[in-house]
């Protein structure tokens, strides 16, 4: 294969070069063709092979040839040199200039075990003329060549690393290990060449050298500045004496201030790399070196939070290493303490997002370290997962970052999944930083965008078709994942809280768990704590996860108004969604939801109660809370009608979404606000349609039953009451009247029996026994009350009114609405009742008197036994009954000429009488006040209690719970209880003027 196109084909991008410099291989170059073609830069890689073979003939002409022919017997060999040089032309430009060191890519074994970092200790010492066993080596050769000898070890140890790296796919986390295990021993030869250059003095300390950043995390670049801090002591002469602090300090100084430039000086051999030493106390301004008690009370009264991150990764590796390790001991506590401190999560959010503001325009979408999807991305969320929960699990304290994200995600607090992901677009990220720095050894974090430079990365991490491309798209998709999951985890609101819990609390201690629990107000703390047990025992995944969460969610309910009930609630809730995926992750994952879910189950009987039979609907917390429209619930019902065999099982799939809906209504109250008037609305929508789906199941069942070919009769569902007003709280019934009309040609009879049966068949489907609370449908308002027939034709419902009805029953119609079944019909009806509840020249005088009258009888004989007049929510002073019935006054008076009067709500109603002068603004907004802080009460006394209650509650801790919903702060139930009693006391005024007058 000798032809230039051959060779493009093989991946050579100048063919007719690369089938000159095959020929000047001779005999080698056929053997030696698929490994230059295997690289990440075949042109290249054949290039540095003719420039190592003109060096080696150089130094003894004709073994240049003799290299060739070597490496291409030994296929190991002629990989792993190959690799180095279509990857690196910093290492081919040290090979020219070293061409004996291609023999050390002959045996790759070097550094593949951890014992090797101690071999490449003493090479390292060996190089410049130290003795690796003595206990403060110092370099033998001249300075100069001490210098150039560290250079030339350095790099030849990399070369090593780097050939097995490309050829054999070294592991990341493996080969960042042994890049920072020869930066350990680099700094070690480094101050051995110090301690010849200071001389005597330089006996007088003890120096150490603790490697901050990837370097103290074990995770090196190929190419990076080294961060350290130096910490010192004066050592003990050889009398036994401690020596002077000032000749120790000026030792200190002098041996770090040495052993920097001997790495970052540029000689003869070049560079190595910068030794930073910036991230020590005070930073640039800070004295150099510190001894251990100045570290100390630097760290305890003086140090920003950042700086007890970066001391995370803290650890000795040069010098005196046994002061290292009291270095690190001493600033451990400082460090696992640190997620304490006052806005800590906060702080290191916002100092991620100073980084990310910083970056140069031009390298924004193009940076892998610092923009956003990339690799401080997860170094940040996992070194802030750490911090925070590190406190209390010792297993988290790692240094390196796959590690850690290892732990976290054994421990529950990352999930699978995401940790997963995390891992193979960090692993990726990572690695394709060091192919980008490998080739110039060259410290840089930005991806190239010429075509070369992509070409020869792709390629280098295999993508031998299409390799700019590839490599494009395969970072593009792990960059979006890195984002998605930095967001994720890195901004989960339950960190916040479990940084503010004391230490010792931010992981489950059941030993101690008891008297927590009675200081935070468990009334029951032994009945907690065996919860707490059930919850945590074992050692499953989720078992990790409840001992993360719990002591959280145990603080948000002891905010709430009953810290046990929300715990048992919690507990049962948790045991059958105990097989489920999604839960706890969800509840760790997601902060908002965990918190949620805390106040609802420490505050809502009611909303509990629907959340034990709908535990799927904790995923509700995490999700719109708007009630649904009647369509959109109707639709979801109509869809399951299809599936269902039956009419029980139908009607028990409808009242499954209305169970769900009934649930997302009240989490929307207890934890959104959603607004009084649209909750009313929301479950007045939700009993529309299901009203609507059970009469088509009913009216189905029947038609079958009697099998009808044709239904013989329409029928309508009329609401009536609060459900007709569009104003249904979570206790109301369903007040409601059904119409019928017969198909022509259909016997009256017939079609009579058959509407009967249908609404008889509907009721009964809806009081059947089931998870979910009762819709009763209570029919008592229609004509002649319970004694009246219970469906009426249209033209008997016309002769009733026209003949026998009362003032009381055309103000009833006031709130009737046609929600349900055929809508000709329903039009018809509302056609029929408008002249006669909004009657064109209003309500006689002696009709107002009769609305009066029975106002007032209403007033002394409704009222229950006992109950106070000042705080009974419908029929007191000021309250629900005061309100509408003013309202519905002014309708039947006024509507026949005041359009905006005719509707069956109350608001929009009040709001048309303001308009039309009929009630002052200020009285109308008084009105309107009380309503709603009524009709907010009301359903809050249900939701707290898990049942309809019309009277403000006596109990302390139900009262307090109704204060909580309705949104006062905790330890506020007076303050709500005056001001309900002011608003109704003001609204009771407005009803004495406006309707007694």
């Known amino acids: 294969m000798t032809s230039a196109g051959s060779f493009v084909r093989l991946g050579f991008v100048d063919g007719a070069a690369a089938a000159r410099g095959i020929e000047r291989l001779g005999a080698a170059g056929r053997p030696l063709t698929d490994k230059l073609a295997a690289t990440a830069d075949p042109d290249a890689a054949l290039e540095g092979l003719l420039r190592l073979g003109d060096a080696l003939d150089e130094q003894a002409p004709g073994s240049g040839a003799e290299m060739f022919v070597e490496v291409s017997d030994d296929e190991g060999t002629a990989m792993r040199l190959c690799s180095v040089l279509g990857a690196s032309a910093a290492l081919t430009h040290h090979l020219v200039r070293h061409p004996e060191q291609w023999r050390e890519l002959t045996d790759p074994t070097l550094g593949t075990t951890r014992a090797a970092a101690y071999a490449v200790r003493e090479s390292v010492l060996a190089a410049v003329g130290a003795d690796p066993r003595a206990a403060e080596p110092v370099a033998g050769l001249p300075d100069a060549e ?31 290990a042994e890049i920072s295990d020869l930066a350990a021993a680099t700094l070690e030869g480094a101050l051995a060449i110090a301690r010849a250059r200071v001389g005597a003095d330089a006996h007088a300390v003890r120096l150490s050298v603790i490697a901050m950043g990837k370097c103290g995390g074990h995770e090196l670049n190929y190419i990076s500045d080294v961060d350290v801090v130096y910490v010192y002591e004066p050592a003990r002469l050889g009398s036994g004496e401690r020596a002077d602090d000032g000749v120790a300090m000026r030792a200190a100084t002098q041996l770090a201030s040495h052993l920097m430039r001997i790495c970052s000086d540029h000689t003869r051999e070049g560079t190595i790399w910068p030794v930073d030493a910036n991230l020590r106390p005070e930073g640039s301004q800070g004295p150099l070196v510190r001894t251990l008690a100045s570290h100390r009370g630097y760290y305890e009264k003086w140090a920003k939070t950042w700086e007890f991150q970066a001391l995370l990764k803290a650890r000795p590796v040069a010098g005196d290493l046994a002061l290292g390790r009291d270095y690190v001991e001493m600033i451990a506590p400082m460090v696992w303490s640190a997620a304490e401190r006052e806005g800590f999560v906060t702080e290191v959010q916002a100092m991620r997002r100073r980084v990310i503001d910083h970056i140069p325009a031009q390298e924004a979408e193009r940076q892998l370290k610092l923009g956003s999807g990339g690799l401080r991305d997860v170094e940040f969320a996992v070194q802030l997962l750490q911090m925070v929960h590190g406190r209390a ?33 960090y692993a990726f990220l990572r690695t394709l930083e060091h192919r980008i720095q490998l080739h110039e050894l060259r410290r840089t974090h930005v991806l190239p965008d010429d075509e070369a430079s992509l070409r020869r990365l792709g390629r280098s991490l295999g993508h031998l078709s299409e390799p700019a491309v590839t490599l494009d798209k395969e970072w593009r998709y792990h960059r979006r994942e890195v984002r998605r999951l930095h967001e994720k985890l890195f901004y989960r609101p339950l960190l916040g809280a479990v940084a503010r819990l004391p230490g010792t609390e931010a992981r489950l201690s059941l030993e101690a768990a008891e008297a927590r629990l009675s200081a935070l107000g468990y009334a029951d703390p032994r009945a907690a704590l065996r919860h707490l047990e059930a919850l945590t025992s074992g050692v499953s995944r989720s078992s990790d996860i409840q001992r993360t969460l719990l002591p959280v969610l145990l603080e948000w309910f002891a905010d709430s108004p009953d810290p046990d009930a929300g715990l048992f609630g919690f507990r049962r809730i948790s045991e059958s969604l105990r097989r489920t995926p999604w839960y706890l992750t969800t509840l760790r994952d997601e902060g908002e939801v965990a918190q949620r879910l805390a106040f609802v189950l420490g505050t809502s009987r009611y909303a509990t109660d629907l959340l034990e039979r709908e535990p799927q609907g904790v995923k509700m917390l995490g999700e719109s809370l708007e009630p649904l429209s009647a369509e959109a619930a109707l639709a979801e019902m109509q869809a399951l009608l299809e599936r269902a065999e039956g009419a029980e099982a139908a009607v028990g799939a409808v009242r499954a979404v209305r169970r769900r809906e009934l649930l997302r209504i009240a989490c929307g109250d207890l934890v959104a606000g959603t607004d009084v008037a649209l909750v009313g609305q929301g479950l007045s929508r939700l009993t529309d349609a299901t009203l609507q789906a059970t009469l088509d199941i009913a009216t189905e069942a029947v038609r079958r039953q009697r099998d009808l070919d044709v239904v013989p009769t329409r029928i309508a569902v009329i609401a009536m009451g609060r459900y007709g007003g569009f104003e249904l709280s979570y206790g109301s019934d369903a007040d409601v009247m059904f119409v019928h009309d017969p198909v022509e040609g259909v016997e009256a009879q017939v079609a009579s029996s058959f509407a009967t049966a249908v609404v008889s068949e509907l009721r009964r489907l809806l009081s059947l026994p089931a998870s979910d609370p009762p819709l009763e449908v209570d029919a008592d308002l229609r004509p002649e009350g319970k004694n009246g027939p219970m469906v009426r034709t249209l033209e008997s419902y016309a002769a009733y009114y026209a003949k026998w009805s009362h003032v009381w029953e055309f103000q009833a119609l006031l709130r009737a609405d046609a929600v349900a079944g055929d809508e000709d019909l329903r039009r018809r009806f509302t056609e029929l009742i408008d002249p006669l509840r909004f009657p064109e020249k209003g309500i006689s005088a002696a009709d107002v008197v009769e609305v009066r009258r029975i106002k007032a009888r209403v007033d002394d004989e409704r009222l229950p036994r006992g109950a106070d007049r000042h705080t009974h929510l419908k029929l007191g002073r000021g ?118 007058e």
């Open 879 to 996: 309250g629900l009954a005061d309100v509408e019935w003013t309202v519905q006054l002014l309708q039947m008076r006024h509507a026949g000429s005041v359009e905006g009067l005719r509707t069956p709500q109350t608001l929009p109603a009040l709001s048309a009488a303001a308009e039309a002068g009929l009630v002052g603004p200020d009285d109308a907004a008084t009105l309107a006040e009380a309503w709603r802080l009524v009709s907010r009460v009301r359903n809050a006394v249900t939701l707290v209690r898990g049942r309809p209650s019309d009277q403000l509650p006596r109990d302390a801790r139900e009262r307090a719970a109704v204060a909580r919903v309705l949104g006062y702060p905790q330890g506020s139930s007076d303050q709500m209880v005056n001001d309900y009693l002011r608003t109704t006391r003001r609204a009771h005024a407005v009803v004495e003027r406006v309707f007694w």
């Open 146 to 176: 001490a210098v150039d000898a560290l250079r030339v070890e350095y790099r030849r140890i990399l070369l090593r690393l780097a050939a097995r790296d490309l050829a054999h796919h070294v592991g990341l986390d493996d080969a960042a």
């Open 393 to 425: 699990d010792p297993s988290l304290r790692e240094g390196a970052t796959l590690s850690a994200l290892a732990r976290l995600t054994d421990g529950g607090y990352v999930g699978r999944d995401d940790g997963e992901r995390l891992h193979e677009a």
